[in-house]
C-alpha cells in the first residue's frame, strides 16, 4: 500500500503526478520507478 511506501517516494509520485499526467510515456516511467525501493536513484536520475 502507499502507506508502506517511504515518505519521499510519495512525494515524488505526488509530483510526479501533477507534473507530467500530462505525458501518458512519462507518466508511466514514474509510476515503475515508484515502484523501486531507493527513490533517491530516481531523484538523481
Known amino acids: 500500500s ?3 511506501k517511504p515518505l ?3 512525494y ?3 509530483f ?3 507534473a ?3 505525458d501518458d510515456r512519462t507518466f508511466v516511467a514514474s509510476l ?3 515502484h523501486a525501493s531507493d ?3 530516481f ?3
Open 39 to 41: 527513490w533517491k536513484s
Open 20 to 22: 507530467l499526467r500530462a
Open 2 to 4: 502507499a502507506a508502506a
Open 16 to 18: 510526479q503526478w501533477a
Open 12 to 14: 515524488v509520485v505526488a
Open 32 to 34: 515503475n520507478m515508484s
Open 8 to 10: 519521499g517516494a510519495q
Open 43 to 45: 531523484v538523481a536520475a
